[in-house]
């Protein structure tokens, strides 16, 4: 199971909530071995658990994690990094505040480096769908993390 | 390309999807336009940015991973059990039906006793004809060699033994009646004598046949019936 400490990396930014994450990996990882038969020859298993995650995790009726008010700033940091810096919290806190659609693409596409092909896979959404979300999602984060950069002395 | 095309392409371009062609388009108009080139450098900044915050470490997964495997185990296990518990069941009734034919011969006595002795009213086939066509279905070319010399073949028809069915065939030789009831089923079982109430019965197994013979005279009669039966079949 190499790809659980990735994983854990994206439930714990998903959920917001450690415990929940831990549930969600180990749910994914079941749920994978369960119907492994069911991958596609010539197609990412990597990306295949990503897709099983966000589909156990919307299909437990939650509901989309609009701001993580519910994880203590230093449950956030320890998810982002090893040694947290004052970048590392800005830009955490900045994804955070991002629309969720927005920040799924700039986690997969960007954080776990999935092409825009492969993230239009895991979504079940065109790459056209993926590659404007990308766009928007950088430029909306630029101007959040400007107005921060403006804001801290 | 122009500025739009530079700023749609832009996602594939920093993924690393954009075809040579096409780099070489994209960088040919970054070489051009400082607007775009500022704009895709900056773009690719922050993607760096975000990748050295986010993932300067992973968080470990050890213990999940090792629950994981103690639910696969189990999992596994349980799949296995349910196969054997299966195929246990499966031998159980297999060997019920092997070991214990009592309801054969209850419902084979039963047919003797209402259907030959009491002459209870049924649709027998008397026409030759008619009962070679029904013996075809039950593989049984010669029906007269069932028997031995001095019985002939009275009527026939189809019935239910056991749940399954079967042919039923009676021969007389003009004192003592003979049932003799075959369904497909093979196995190689030698012959055995029972008795239900006044009838004596005897069953057997061929490559491709059971059958059980029922008469009310004696076990002796019976058992010769069979026997000649048993090797006709």
Redesign the interface.
């Known amino acids: 199971?190499p790809e659980?400490?990735?994983?854990?990396?994206f439930a714990?930014?998903l959920t917001g909530e450690m415990h929940a994450a831990?549930d969600l990996?180990?749910e994914t990882?079941?749920k994978a071995?369960?119907n492994f038969r069911q991958l596609q020859e010539g197609s990412s298993a990597r990306a295949w658990c990503y897709r099983i995650m966000l589909n156990t995790f919307y299909g437990q009726g939650r509901k989309v994690r609009a701001m993580p008010a519910t994880v203590p700033l230093e449950d956030r940091v320890?998810?982002?990094?090893?040694?947290p810096g004052i970048?590392?919290v800005e830009?955490?806190q900045a994804?955070d505040a991002l629309p969720a659609e927005h920040r799924t693409v700039?986690?997969l596409?960007?954080?776990e480096g999935?092409?825009?092909?492969e993230v239009s896979e895991i979504l079940s959404v065109p790459i056209g769908t993926?590659?404007?979300r990308?766009?928007r999602a950088?430029q909306s984060?630029?101007e959040k993390?400007t107005q921060g950069e403006k804001v801290i002395p | 390309m122009n500025c739009r095309e530079i700023e749609e392409l832009a996602p594939l371009y920093l993924s690393g999807e954009l075809d040579e062609d096409r780099k070489v388009q994209f960088h040919t108009h970054l070489a051009e336009c400082r607007s775009c080139a500022q704009q895709t450098e900056q773009q690719s900044a922050m993607d760096e940015r975000l990748r050295k915050a986010l993932c300067a470490g992973l968080p470990y997964a050890g213990e999940i991973e090792r629950s994981v495997r103690g639910r696969i185990v189990r999992e596994r296990s349980r799949r296995w059990m349910l196969v054997a518990a299966a195929a246990l069941l499966i031998a159980a009734v297999m060997g019920y039906r092997m070991l214990r034919p009592e309801r054969l011969y209850a419902d084979a006595a039963l047919d003797h006793r209402q259907e030959v002795v009491e002459h209870q009213p049924r649709r027998w086939r008397t026409d030759p004809a008619e009962i070679e066509k029904l013996a075809e279905r039950y593989e049984l070319a010669d029906l007269t060699a069932l028997a031995p010399a001095g019985y002939r073949l009275e009527h026939a028809k189809m019935c239910g033994i056991d749940g399954q069915p079967a042919l039923h065939l009676v021969y007389t030789n003009g004192v003592q009646e003979f049932s003799v009831f075959v369904r497909p089923g093979g196995g190689m079982e030698p012959l055995s004598v029972h008795s239900v109430g006044s009838e004596h019965l005897a069953r057997f197994r061929t490559a491709r046949h059971e059958a059980v013979i029922v008469t009310n005279g004696s076990s002796g009669e019976c058992l010769q019936f069979a026997r000649f039966a048993a090797a006709a079949l």
């Open positions: 199971m659980a400490p990735r994983l854990l990396r714990r930014r831990d990996v180990q990882l079941l071995w369960r320890l998810v982002g990094a090893t040694s970048d590392n830009i955490s994804l700039l986690l596409g960007v954080v999935f092409t825009c092909r993926v590659m404007s990308l766009s950088r984060l630029r993390l």
